[in-house]
């Protein structure tokens, strides 16, 4: 929860996008993949997914690419703020 105000106030503060920020926290090397997804809103095939192009493609027009509305929350690794990266197990 604290990370979704975090990201609000950046976005805000910033007059940024949630594409323009996702890109721009890819292109500084975060790696981030859904690890939770709300079958009401989302279709489970989601789940595990690295979100960069393919997932952004063809999440469908009404889900908020950053999850926003509780459609998906993410796990992030590596991250170039931690010293080393998690292991992330896609199962």
Not at 2 to 21: D, E, H, M, P
Request: proline share 7%.
């Amino acid at each position: 929860m604290a990370v979704f105000f975090w990201w609000q106030k950046i976005c805000t503060f910033r007059k940024v996008s949630n594409l323009a920020l996702v890109n721009e926290m890819i292109a500084a090397g975060w790696v981030a993949h859904p690890s939770c997804i709300d079958p009401g809103k989302l279709d489970r095939s989601f789940a595990g997914r690295h979100l960069a192009s393919a997932f952004r493609q063809d999440l469908p027009s009404e889900i908020v690419l950053c999850g926003e509305n509780g459609e998906f929350h993410t796990v992030v690794s590596p991250d170039p703020m931690y010293r080393n990266p998690i292991e992330v197990l896609v199962a």
